[in-house]
Antibody, heavy 120, light 111 residues
Framework: QVQLQQSGPGLVKPSQTLSLTCAIS??????????WNWIRQSPSRGLEWLGR?????????DYAVSVKSRITINPDTSKNQFSLQLNSVTPEDTAVYYC??????????WGQGTLVTVSS | QSVLSQPPSASGTPGQRVTISCSGS????????VNWYQQFPGTAPKVLIY???QRPSGVPDRFSGSKSGTSASLAISGLQSEDEATYYC????????????FGGGTKLTVL
């Protein structure tokens, strides 16, 4: 059974960097059959896919246009986890952030969600 | 405004059949498969239908999905009170550099 456990601060100051980690059990961040995603949800923006990292013949990353200039998703194979970094945050980045695995095109396992508030 | 369009609300009585629509474009539903997610308040979404019409194990066959052209639908037959939730469609968008996009969600009320 795949489980995803999220960790990271719930409060970030404007202009700073939001950092979250998603620890994987029951699968591998290096799997050639899966991708590892970050999604956020807010009342104003609904569900918003932010990006993913995956390994096939080499490592790939895809990012949403809306955050492409500010986002980095990195795998950590030694700890079997992946992380999200979102730079220069504003109050509009306040949301519940989820990590999720995708396989066969669907987001089939999700983390528990982390409410991140951007406020001074 | 979401890339995929869904009605904000739907309702039905127990035992009824309800359909939720999802409208996209040639770069989303027209070219890619559709997934449906169910979400209860305070919890993460759960995949209900993937690849247009496939159900993961454990999802009752009361739930079914279909796709035609640039639109998709989720049907729930034999509606039950525990089906009261918000439902989201999703698909890959081939425009620009490619990304996953979601509908705005449909809140289903069981009367």
């Amino acid at each position: 059974q795949v489980q995803l456990q999220q960790s990271g601060p719930g409060l970030v100051k404007p202009s700073q960097t939001l950092s979250l980690t998603c620890a994987i059990s029951g699968d591998s961040v290096s799997s050639k059959n899966a991708a590892w995603n970050w999604i956020r949800q807010s009342p104003s923006r609904g569900l918003e896919w932010l990006g993913r990292t995956y390994y096939r013949s080499k490592r790939f990353n895809d990012y949403a246009v809306s955050v492409k200039s500010r986002i980095t998703i990195n795998p950590d194979t030694s700890k079997n986890q992946f992380s999200l970094q979102l730079n220069s945050v504003t109050p509009e980045d306040t949301a519940v952030y989820y990590c999720a695995r995708s396989q066969r095109g669907a987001l089939d396992y999700w983390g528990q969600g982390t409410l991140v508030t951007v406020s001074s | 405004q979401s890339v995929l369009s869904q009605p904000p609300s739907a309702s039905g009585t127990p035992g009824q059949r309800v359909t939720i629509s999802c409208s996209g474009s040639s770069s989303t539903i027209g070219r890619n498969t559709v997934n449906w997610y169910q979400q209860f308040p305070g919890t993460a979404p759960k995949v209900l239908i993937y690849n247009n019409n496939q159900r993961p194990s454990g999802v009752p066959d009361r739930f079914s999905g279909s796709k035609s052209g640039t639109s998709a639908s989720l049907a729930i037959s034999g509606l039950q009170s525990e089906d009261e939730a918000t439902y989201y469609c999703a698909a890959w968008d081939d425009s620009l550099s490619g990304q996953e996009v979601f509908g705005g969600g449909t809140k289903l009320t069981v009367l």
